[in-house]
């Protein structure tokens, strides 16, 4: 069973196609692990090999399986460009706890587009236990009453 706490460190990509013909383009990546989202800061003019260096926690329960990272540049005035996503499974880190940084494909439209660099650790939560321990809960073992 997984529940617990996942942290995420967006470390850096490589190889991202330039989106941004005038400029370097400005990537930020939106992290989705099932309903929760979270983006992270933007990398202003670090191109196709930005660096974020950025922690991020998610809160996982039964049934997450995957944390998907999608990568935009940042545009002022129009919508900003997608540059691909990664699909990072959780299998491993759920197993083994912590997974050191490792590069996951950035795909856009079936093609490769670049990598991206991410560490993952997983803490399960200590309250779900199998069964539950009666002194963690006071109640009457805690009382000073006699019957």
């Not at 013909?21 to 992290?31: A, G, I, R, S, T």
């Not at 560490?119 to 939560?125: G, I, Q, R, T």
Request: proline content about 5%.
């Amino acid at each position: 069973m997984s529940h617990g706490t996942l942290e995420v460190v967006l470390v850096s990509a490589k190889g991202l196609e330039e989106s941004d013909f005038l400029n370097n383009m400005d990537p930020y990546v939106l992290l989705t692990c099932r309903t929760q989202e979270q983006k992270s800061n933007v990398a202003s003019g670090q191109g196709t090999t930005p660096e974020w260096n950025e922690t991020f926690i998610f809160n996982v329960s039964e049934g997450t399986t995957e944390l998907k990272a999608k990568i935009f540049d940042t545009d002022v005035g129009t919508e900003d460009d997608p540059l691909g996503e990664a699909t990072i499974p959780l299998e491993a880190v759920f197993l083994e706890g912590d997974i050191p940084p490792a590069a996951y494909n950035v795909v856009k439209d079936e093609e490769f587009k670049g990598e991206i660099w991410i560490a993952l650790s997983f803490k399960p939560s200590e309250n779900r236990s199998r069964g539950f321990e009666e002194e963690s809960y006071g109640g009457w073992k805690n009382s000073e009453a006699s019957y």
